[in-house]
């Protein structure tokens, strides 16, 4: 069993992957910003005989993520996969667009994941063996309404590991890309899933994708129905489309990702 590294371990999809890749006797390296969510984190993981590593970091500053890799592997042994899932994202408000809310989203969502394959790919390459996993999303597949930022920041990343998929081919490095569509991480509302369709639950969600990394899979898209929603509305003559998808996104709400106080 090898060393992975997971970015976004202290909440949600991460959180969850996190103690699944455990319990199959990874070794984990966590990073997040919030320590005390990884420091119990750790603790969950060792009471149940894995073993894990906190490593409190922001993804978007690329030094501190690379110190980060080095403590892990000086600690723990060579960072055999990364699991790149850091991200998340705030609806764009078209008519009043910030460049700056757009820049974090694009910072957080596409350069985090650039800096951590920038700090594990050497000694990846090196070794000529690692698997680099990317949380995408099925945002990234098109614009989505009132997410210009995060379907922006997404695509960029479903292109950036195709690409790397690509160029590291006979370099003995495998490249996954997960694109979940709507995942349910914080208990069911009333009326929480307006704009969610096809919502599914965070552990069959993560079942899912623990799957996917293990078998080493290219991309994992999912659930077929929004897939293929999304996928049917680019078919569509150009008006259609935009007619269908006037007014379905999120509205803005509290920020999310806003660094810990
Ligand atoms: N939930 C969904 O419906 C859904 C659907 C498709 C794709 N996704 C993707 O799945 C991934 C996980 O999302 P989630 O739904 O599980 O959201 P979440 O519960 O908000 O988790 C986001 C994780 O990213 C971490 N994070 C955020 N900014 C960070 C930064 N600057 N540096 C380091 N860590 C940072 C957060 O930790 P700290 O705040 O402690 O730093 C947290 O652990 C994201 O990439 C998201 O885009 C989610």
């Not at 966590?30 to 603790?43: F, I, N, Q, T």
């Not at 080095?70 to 996969?81: K, M």
């Not at 599914?200 to 969600?205: I, K, P, Q, S």
Request: charged share 20%; aromatic share 4%; proline share 5%.
């Amino acid at each position: 069993m090898g060393v992975t590294l997971l970015t976004g371990a202290s909440s949600g999809i991460g959180r969850s992957l996190a103690r699944r890749l455990a319990a199959g006797g990874e070794v984990m390296a966590l990073v997040a910003r919030r320590d005390e969510l990884l420091a119990s984190l750790v603790a969950e993981i060792e009471a149940a005989g894995g073993n894990a590593l906190a490593l409190p970091c922001d993804v978007t500053d690329r030094v501190a993520l690379a110190n980060a890799v080095d403590i892990a592997e000086s600690q723990l042994g060579p960072v055999t996969r990364l699991v790149a899932n850091a991200g998340g994202g705030e609806p764009t408000d078209a008519t009043q667009f910030d460049a700056g809310v757009f820049e974090s989203v694009v910072r957080l969502n596409l350069v985090g994941v650039a800096n951590a394959v920038a700090a594990v790919l050497p000694g990846m390459l090196a070794r000529g063996d690692g698997h680099l996993v990317a949380t995408g999303s099925l945002a990234g597949c098109r614009g989505l309404p009132s997410a210009a930022a995060y379907s922006a920041a997404k695509g960029g990343l479903a292109n950036l590991m195709d690409s790397l998929r690509i160029d590291l081919r006979g370099r003995g490095i495998a490249v996954t890309l997960l694109m979940p569509g709507f995942v349910r991480t914080k208990p069911k509302k009333p009326g929480g899933s307006r704009g969610k369709p096809f919502r599914v639950d965070l552990e069959v969600a993560t079942a899912r994708m623990e799957n996917a990394i293990l078998a080493r899979r290219r991309r994992l898209i999912f659930p077929w129905s929004l897939a293929l929603a999304i996928g049917l509305t680019r078919l569509l003559p150009f008006g259609i489309d935009e007619w269908l998808l006037a007014g379905r996104g999120r509205t803005a709400g509290p920020r999310r990702n806003e660094p810990p106080a």
